[in-house]
């Protein structure tokens, strides 16, 4: 029969095993915990857009740029079901090199811009296409929202690429002889220079 010394020697040891059990456990948890936040952080990171972009539009009759680029760009090739894409441009900033083309163009017949300032993608999805990538998402203007799928690149921080959208499907239908010169598909061509952002 144990005696009474013996016996409370063993419940220590077993209470001493139980708490060194349950603190290697806490610390293997800890550490697992920063390693999963670190790399989501890694993955997260915003890119900040560069103030050189180039956003262009083409259509049968006119050619012109856009300006006024915003939102939030994250994106790590080797992590895209975290990437992200939330971006606008102002719709008044178009531009052809001609005023009253502009003003035509930002017209209750057109883009309406002072009822939809906004020309907005979000992203769904991404994935890769051979050296390429393809995002599908929303893109939204004039009032109306359309699933659509971007071809890009991307190298060194730039993302590039051309895409086409029909102007009708969104309601922008024009007006007399002039929606028939300039067509209904409309080319986007843009390059976009990104750094991580910082904070």
């Not at 209470?15 to 390693?35: A, D, E």
């Not at 057109?110 to 992203?123: E, G, K, M, T, Y």
Request: aromatic share 10%; net charge neutral; hydrophobic share 35%.
């Amino acid at each position: 029969m144990m005696d009474e010394p013996n016996r409370c020697t063993g419940v220590l040891y077993r209470l001493n095993i139980t708490i060194m059990r349950k603190i290697f456990g806490l610390l293997v948890l800890s550490l697992l915990s920063i390693s999963t936040f670190a790399l989501v952080y890694r993955t997260l990171t915003q890119r900040q857009i560069s103030s050189d972009y180039a956003l262009k539009f083409s259509t049968r009759s006119t050619d012109g740029t856009f300006s006024g680029l915003s939102g939030t760009v994250v994106f790590e090739p080797s992590d895209l079901a975290n990437a992200k894409f939330d971006v606008s441009v102002d719709a008044k900033t178009i531009d052809t090199g001609m005023k009253k083309k502009d003003e035509h163009a930002r017209g209750s017949d057109w883009l309406d811009a002072d009822n939809f300032p906004a020309i907005r993608f979000v992203s769904s999805s991404f994935e890769k296409s051979g050296e390429n990538y393809n995002v599908s998402g929303t893109l939204s203007m004039h009032g109306t929202s359309k699933q659509v799928t971007i071809p890009f690149q991307y190298t060194d921080g730039i993302f590039s690429g051309t895409f086409t959208v029909n102007r009708t499907d969104f309601g922008i239908n024009g007006s007399g002889m002039k929606a028939s010169f300039v067509g209904d598909e409309i080319e986007i061509t843009f390059r976009v220079p990104t750094s991580e952002k910082n904070g």
